[in-house]
């Protein structure tokens, strides 16, 4: 656990939030994450259920995409100009917190 905290607080070390912190329970059917003008970075963690994401526009799926286990302490994705984040829950009850940033 000592090793995933300290990766935690390197993270906010290197984050600078960018609007608003976002709560969505609305990912039963694929969701696109649009940054906010100015973000680079999201900071996202999922909570109640493991989710799948893609970056390139592909719809994920249960098989298909990077997987973002529930629980686990929240990742920072490098966003590129024009990168498409799509984001679903794998079972029901999927909650995602995330923050766009620089």
């Known amino acids: 656990m000592a090793g995933k905290q300290a990766g935690w607080m390197r993270?906010?070390?290197?984050?600078?939030?960018i609007g608003s912190h976002?709560?969505?329970d609305?990912?039963?059917t694929a969701a696109i994450l649009t940054?906010?003008?100015g973000a680079?970075?999201?900071l996202i963690q999922a909570t109640g259920a493991d989710c799948?994401?893609?970056l390139d526009g592909t719809t994920p799926e249960a098989a298909v995409g990077f997987q973002l286990k529930a629980d686990?302490?929240?990742m920072m994705i490098v966003i590129a100009k024009g990168l498409t984040f799509t984001i679903i829950e794998e079972g029901s009850?999927?909650?995602i917190d995330y923050q766009w940033g620089a």
């Open 11 to 17: 993270i906010i070390g290197d984050f600078q939030p």
């Open 22 to 24: 976002v709560t969505d």
């Open 26 to 28: 609305e990912i039963g």
């Open 35 to 37: 940054p906010e003008a």
């Open 40 to 42: 680079c970075k999201l």
């Open 52 to 54: 799948r994401f893609t």
């Open 72 to 74: 686990d302490p929240a």
């Open 93 to 95: 009850s999927a909650l």
